[in-house]
Structure formats: C-alpha cells, structure tokens
C-alpha cells in the first residue's frame, strides 16, 4: 500500500467516524450497541430484530421483549465530537502519513469506578416510575480508565432502587447483566 492509499483510507475511515457519531446517526449508533451487548451476550439473532422506535419514543432500541434506553458513559473533560471533526481535517489536510496524527499529550491517569458513574445516571432519569417499569436501561461504556471496582452483587442492590426494569452494560466485550427483575425480558436474566 502507497503512503498516499494509507492517508485515502485513514481519510475514508475518519469521514465515517465523524459521521457514526453525529447526533443524526444516534438511531445508527444505538442499534449498533444493542447487537454488539447481544452478540457477546451469545445470543442468536437477526439484525431486523433490533429496531429504533419513532423518535420520541422512550425505548431507543427495541429488541424482542426488550425496550431498551441506551445510555453511553463518556469522558465528560472530552467533545468526542470536536476531537473527530478535528482528526477529519488533519487527515483532509495531510501530505504525509506523518501528517495524520497531532501531537502526543501528556496526562495523568486515574482510574474511575463504572458504578458510581451507571448509579449516578440510573437515578437522574427523567422518566417516570411507570415508564422506567417497562425500560430496560443499557449503558455502554467509552470512557478510557475506567474499571469496575465493586462486585456486580453489590451494584444490582444499589440500582434496584431506580425502578428500571433491567440495568446492563456494555463494557468493551464484557455484557453485564446488573439488575433484573420479575418482568425483565428472560435473555435479561441471569442464569
């Protein structure tokens, strides 16, 4: 491959970035982390399966029995969004492969607990008791340096409280099935 087919590509694949997590590809984007939760959940399924609700809709994703809101756990010092538009125009700008990447920038590096963080979003949910009765909540996790330091036992206690009808999450290829209930969906359950 020619340094200028690699900087074509590197281009191409930025461009689909910016693109994938634009808020018009929010739709795209949840239906993406429903199959990628299901896919390591190891659960067969087809692709038309997962559908988005008219927007307005509380669920974001319906799959099956499932109505999932879907919720990401980001870096919140970080515009995921900036930081693209702005790795696009270095490669829309580059000559040399060289020219695709900034400079390197130090950082400290501090670990944070998942839980705080899916506990802190459980419970300053807008819906009410009765619309949080029939959702099961999925989060999905982007933010760097983040680990989960309390057991999953202990987590489920504490997000029992917020009335979802499930809680789960998306930790790179790790599904976490955290809380379910009577009336969570049955692949929702932990066997």
């Known amino acids: 491959m020619t340094e200028q087919e690699i900087i074509d590509s590197v281009r191409q694949a930025r461009k689909e970035e910016v693109r994938f997590f ?8 949840e239906r993406w982390v429903v199959r990628e ?11 038309e399966e997962v559908q988005s609700p008219p927007e307005g809709d509380p669920v ?18 970080e515009r995921r969004h900036g930081r693209l ?12 492969a060289r020219d695709l990447f900034g400079s390197a920038e130090g950082r400290d590096i501090v670990f944070i607990d998942v839980v705080d963080l899916l506990i802190e979003v ?16 999925l ?16 987590a489920s206690d504490k ?6 009808r499930s809680i789960s999450c998306l930790f790179g290829q790790k ?3 955290l809380l379910a209930t009577d009336s969570s969906p049955p692949f929702l359950r932990p066997s």
């Open 60 to 77: 974001d994703v319906s799959f099956r029995s499932a109505s999932f809101q879907i919720k990401e756990i980001c870096d919140p010092t």
């Open 85 to 96: 538009k702005k790795s696009l125009w270095r490669a829309e700008q580059a000559i040399t």
């Open 122 to 137: 459980a419970a300053s949910s807008n819906f009410s008791p009765r619309v949080k009765d029939d959702l099961d909540l």
């Open 159 to 164: 997000l029992r409280s917020f009335g979802w």
């Open 22 to 29: 634009s808020s018009t590809a929010k739709p795209e984007r």
């Open 175 to 177: 599904p976490l099935l």
């Open 139 to 154: 989060f999905y996790v982007t933010r760097p340096h983040a680990s989960f330091y309390e057991p999953c036992e202990v």
């Open 37 to 47: 939760f299901l896919t390591w959940l190891g659960l067969g399924f087809s692709s």
